[in-house]
């Protein structure tokens, strides 16, 4: 597959939110819809485009001509801003934690949308939201407007915000897969009452997250749909299912995976949407979600991450992947 014969397709907006026929889920009573992030854009990820929209504007207004963004070398937020930058016209700058690989073809998607590549080391990557640090990468790459790695600041919730403003069905449970937490903050706001928000953190040890989608709500300065605070109750995480870590997958994931794209049509990323569908599908079946639940399932998108997984020889060789 050709990255940047995608990459050149355009962003669509409004993603449709779709019935999915899922014959197990609905074995179990659970009506599945999906938002279809997936569907902006082939390959720049769904949630990663709505965190940067507004973050592109705010750069635009400051008359930058710079973008300047942390992230892995396999992230789906270093393709996305080298192609968000791209399309508004800026130049964008990836400083990537670790070493280059001329045919990882994360890197190679970002280089070929001119985005400039600095690598460096895990300690130094640790200290990248300090003052000091920002302070030396302005001094040597001059002005630029600094997006957090994952988009996850204040623009980033507001883009994220605009999900469930967009979906007219209605729904009980609805669920995304989290990083940065700024998409689940984003959704929190838009619940009205009776709705709950759940979070399926790709990260091990993610409990600490809820608060920081607490306060990523705050700091976006956004009302809640309600008008009203989005308690526990409302908004909450299960942190079961990171299939051991970030990026980590095995065999039982894969099968999941390939089995839902057979009874649904629907292709899920290895990252983050694979492991929030599974988490779903376990919760329907041991009862933790009831029968008569109406699931609306945001597909963030991410489907260029399986790339990375065929490049680090991670998937077996008959694997097919949805992409
Ligand atoms: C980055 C990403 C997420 C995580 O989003 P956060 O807003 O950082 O929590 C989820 N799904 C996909 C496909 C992603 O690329």
Redesign the pocket.
Known sequence: MDLIERIKGGITEHSPTQVVVDPVLEQLGIKLLMKRDDLIHPIV?G??WR?LRYNLTAALRADHHTLLTFGGAFS??IVATAFAAKGSGLDSIGIIRGEDDAENPTLKAARELGMELVFISREEYRQKDEESFIQALRQRHGRFHLVPE?G?NADGVRG?AEILREVDQDFDIVC?????????AGIGLGLQRGQKALGFP?LKGAEPLVDEVKRLMDVSGLRTATGREVGPDQLSLNCEFHFGGYAKIDRELLRFIEGFKERTGVGL?P???GKMMYGICAMAADGRIARGTTVLGIH???MQGWLGMRHRGLLPPDFNTPV
């Not at 995304?176 to 689940?184: E, K, N, P, Y």
């Open positions: 990820s949630n990663k965190k789906n937020h994952g996850a994220c995304c897969a989290c990083g940065t937490g700024t998409t689940l790709a990323d990252v983050y949407s963030t998108g991410g």
